[in-house]
């Protein structure tokens, strides 16, 4: 179980950070392109989006349309494959920003984590300000026509984007990682892990208003949305700003990452599950030296070729696992909610009195989407069974209901995510359980003291 959650957090932070530094170095292009210097498409751009793109454009193209009528993204693929240099036949496309700004960041973590806290509290302080300059400038310009129907594509719509979008929580868990540098990791963890997670939650619902209200919602799939919405109401010089602060304040997020990945990894190594190299120590930096390089690495080489939205879909699969095991985990270690020690211990509800009448007004709400929309599909199927196993186990053994609906929850956000995103992080998990079975299994310290 160590394993698979280790491994499940190598997939949720490296490929979260790879999904980063593609819209980071968005934000850095068309910040370039509003200063006047031209940085060329086929080195900012993915190749699989790039062919594509330009796969859609030549249709449009050959209908009659021209290449500044199309969406900006086909004309960046458009130019980005016909300006490409090509070497024996295959197209030089890659996007050297997103890979850039990995190797700085990951340089960062590798000097040392009192550095990455200084760096990333003030890129964290300039993002709070960019967006409520973004919310209460924009609030001026929202359009509530904009919001109907208000959820075009109904409840399923609006669960499975949820889903999507479950990769922006991944720093929640991240500060977990710190544990070994916090002075009262105990007090400290839990109360910072819940004040970020409603302070982010406010800001993102409010944000999501009003970019929504300013222009459709079929006009944000972008890189940069947030310069985008401004630069089409013809605000130019806000719109700089955003995307200058948007280039700073985005390297806070990839630093969270890289700071925890690697950590993630020593603990893992200390465990026996990885080779001794990943614990080593910095003489001089006092950080884990090799595992950041291989995050790096990891992070870095993807960056330049894989696609944005994939990238996404994984990272929120493999963060829905990770919270899905998480809550076994408390069920598994404290299902009455005892108060074992002075550290931080989830309230307890009894299961028995309260899960059935929350699943009665889930059902009343979404009972028919869950009929009529998703029964074909066997992640569903997958959930129903398991949620259907929980809950029995759970009224007649009295768990603890909060951790109960986090591992029915997730798993239900998990299911909504397609077949084809549960192909990938199921061969995902299989090769993680290859490495386990020819290194982890032998090298574990719990199985050597057991």
Not at 41 to 67: F, H, K, M, N, W
Not at 181 to 201: A, G, H, V, Y
Not at 294 to 312: D, H, K, R, S, W
Not at 379 to 399: E, G, M, R
Request: net charge positive; with cysteine.
């Amino acid at each position: 179980v160590a394993w698979i959650i280790g491994w499940d957090l190598i997939m949720e932070y490296a490929v979260g950070n790879i999904a980063v530094a593609i819209s980071w170095s968005g934000y850095f292009t068309g910040l370039l392109a509003g200063l006047g210097i031209h940085f060329p498409e086929y080195l900012s751009i993915d190749y699989l989006s790039a062919v594509r793109g330009y796969q859609q454009a030549a249709e449009q193209l050959a209908e009659g349309s021209t290449i500044t009528h199309l969406p900006f993204a086909l004309q960046e693929a458009w130019l980005a494959v016909t300006h490409a240099p090509t070497l024996f036949g295959f197209k030089i496309i890659a996007d050297l920003p997103a890979f850039a700004i990995v190797v700085l960041i990951s340089w960062l973590v590798y000097v040392g984590i009192r550095e990455s806290k200084t760096a990333g509290n003030i890129m964290v302080l300039l993002k709070l300000v960019v967006l409520v300059l973004v919310v209460a400038t924009g609030a001026f310009y929202v359009d509530p026509a904009h919001w109907h129907p208000f959820a075009p594509n109904g409840i399923p719509g609006v669960l499975k984007g949820v889903s999507g979008v479950f990769f922006a929580y991944i720093g929640f868990d991240a500060i977990s990682t710190t544990a070994e540098e916090c002075r009262n990791p105990q007090r400290d963890l839990p109360r910072s892990m819940i004040l970020s997670l409603l302070i982010t939650t406010v800001l993102y619902v409010v944000l999501s208003l009003v970019l929504t209200g300013m222009v459709s919602y079929t006009e944000l799939g972008v890189d940069d949305p947030l310069a985008f919405v401004f630069t089409k109401l013809n605000l130019p010089g806000l719109s700089g700003v955003i995307a200058f602060s948007a280039v700073v304040a985005m390297g806070s997020v990839l630093l969270v990452f890289q700071v925890g990945q690697p950590r993630i990894w020593m603990s893992m190594s200390r465990d026996g599950l990885l080779p001794p190299k990943f614990a080593e120590i910095h003489p001089k930096y006092r950080t884990p030296w090799f595992a950041t390089l291989v995050a790096g690495v990891i992070v870095a080489v993807p960056a330049l070729f894989m696609n944005l939205t994939e990238v996404t879909d994984l990272t929120s699969i493999g963060t829905l696992f990770a919270f899905v095991l998480v809550s076994g985990g408390v069920l598994k270690l404290n299902p009455f909610g005892e108060k074992r020690n002075k550290g931080f211990t989830v309230y307890y509800l009894n299961s028995r009195y309260y899960l059935l009448p929350v699943w009665a007004v889930v059902l009343y709400f979404v009972g028919t989407d869950f009929i009529n929309i998703r029964q074909l599909s066997w992640p569903f199927v997958l959930f129903v069974i398991i949620s259907v196993v929980v809950t029995i186990y759970a009224v007649v053994k009295k768990w603890s209901l909060i951790p109960v609906l986090g591992l029915v929850t997730n798993l239900w956000l998990m299911s909504q995510l397609g077949a084809t995103n549960w192909f990938r992080f199921i061969i995902w998990l299989l090769v993680g359980l290859v490495i386990y079975l020819a290194y982890g299994v032998r090298k574990s310290k719990l199985k050597v003291v057991g």
